[in-house]
């Protein structure tokens, strides 16, 4: 069956970096664009990147820019996204998701923790 499977959460100190994988199964991945949303208590989900099917392309959120890379290994059927100089607000439970025309698929979220 169709799985996505995000790791790599945690508690950070400020400053701090963090790196989280989506690991994807039960669908061609390099067919499928990818995405990282994040969605912080009381808050809705956002978007915080996201990058085509090939890689060739990637888009971030104006908070996000110089801070966060998105990547994927299509060999490896895994996504990753690359967090550096975080921040108590970056603090949220970040989730991949997977989109090929009207087919949508989430993960079931990791919890990043930004605090001292």
């Known amino acids: 069956q169709v799985q996505l499977v995000e790791s790599g959460g945690g508690l950070v100190q400020p400053g701090g970096s963090l790196r989280l994988s989506c690991a994807a199964s039960?669908?061609?991945?390099?067919?499928?664009?990818m995405s990282w949303y994040r969605q912080a208590p009381g808050k809705e989900r956002e978007l915080v990147a996201s990058i085509t099917n090939t890689g060739g392309s990637t888009n971030y959120a104006v908070s996000m820019q110089g801070r966060f890379t998105i990547s994927r290994d299509n060999a490896k059927n895994t996504a990753y996204l690359q967090m550096n100089s975080l921040r108590p607000e970056d603090t949220a439970v970040y989730y991949c998701?997977?989109?090929?025309?009207?087919?949508?698929?989430w993960g079931q979220g990791t919890q990043v923790t930004v605090s001292l």
């Open positions: 998701k997977a989109v090929r025309s009207f087919s949508t698929y």
């Open positions: 039960g669908f061609t991945f390099n067919s499928y664009h």
